[in-house]
């Protein structure tokens, strides 16, 4: 969408503000001997609390209120009551909702106490690419150009990007215009941001793969050559300065 006048700025960052304020929350209770559908539960309470609604149930039918994934899971991981969540895990959790009309999506993935299996170096990673990244989004910057210093930071810090997945225009659904925001540089894509449009700007860095394949249960995702995948994401409206980062009480720089 493109936020056109104060009202609607203030319903996007309301909408904003429960995403990141669940997904903080989440990852406070996230802890070793849960279960992830046990995370996924108390994520549905804290948005109920906020009077929002699970964007990929609402338009998905998803199986859960929000998509948690673990280790080898690279995303859209269902919560289940036997997957019990262990210390060292690399865990990625994406939370997107709806309230009152507008919709934000944010994800971070990090480690469950202690890094014992070595993952933080993937996870910084995608962090300070994802912050590179939305500095250097303005109006008029080609969308093709952002991909393109994303896979580039990527493969100084010795990593690879997701190519089959991607962030999105949002606001009034889950995804909208401009479509497909990848984290490598599209030669066909011609697309710029336009100023105060409202997109999601995403990172995945990955350790081997560099395409996501869906398993047998039609959601969960893994790397065509295995290993492991970091995820982080700001819901953001588009200035022709800094960008507004809707979503930054999730705190996932911090």
């Not at 996007?12 to 279960?35: C, Q, W, Y």
Request: proline content about 3%; glycine content about 10%; overall charge negative.
């Amino acid at each position: 969408m493109s936020i056109t006048n104060e009202e609607e700025l203030l319903g996007m960052k309301k909408a904003s503000d429960a995403v990141a304020l669940t997904l903080k929350e989440m990852r406070n209770f996230a802890k070793p001997g849960i279960s992830t559908r046990e995370l996924d539960l108390f994520g549905a309470t804290v948005l109920k609390e906020f009077g929002a609604k699970s964007a990929p149930y609402l338009t998905y039918g998803f199986p859960g209120w929000t998509c948690i994934s673990v280790n080898n899971e690279f995303c859209h991981g269902i919560p289940s009551p036997t997957r019990i969540l262990q210390e060292g895990d690399l865990i990625n959790i994406d939370v997107s909702a709806e309230l009152n009309g507008y919709w934000s999506d944010n994800g971070a993935s990090f480690v469950l106490g202690n890094d014992i299996n070595q993952h933080q170096k993937l996870i910084q990673a995608s962090q300070e690419i994802l912050h590179k990244a939305i500095f250097a989004i303005r109006g008029g910057v080609r969308i093709s150009d952002i991909g393109h210093l994303m896979e580039t930071e990527a493969k100084k810090r010795g990593f690879k990007v997701i190519k089959n997945l991607a962030g999105h225009g949002i606001g009034r659904s889950l995804h909208e215009e401009p479509g497909d925001i990848t984290n490598y540089r599209d030669p066909f894509n011609k697309a710029r941001f336009k100023k105060n449009s409202v997109v999601a700007i995403e990172t995945f860095i990955s350790t081997h793969s560099t395409y996501a394949v869906e398993q047998n249960d039609g959601w969960t995702m893994v790397g065509n050559k295995g290993g492991y995948m970091a995820q982080h994401e700001h819901t953001i409206v588009v200035t022709e300065e800094k960008p507004i980062i809707l979503t930054e009480l999730n705190q996932i720089w911090l």
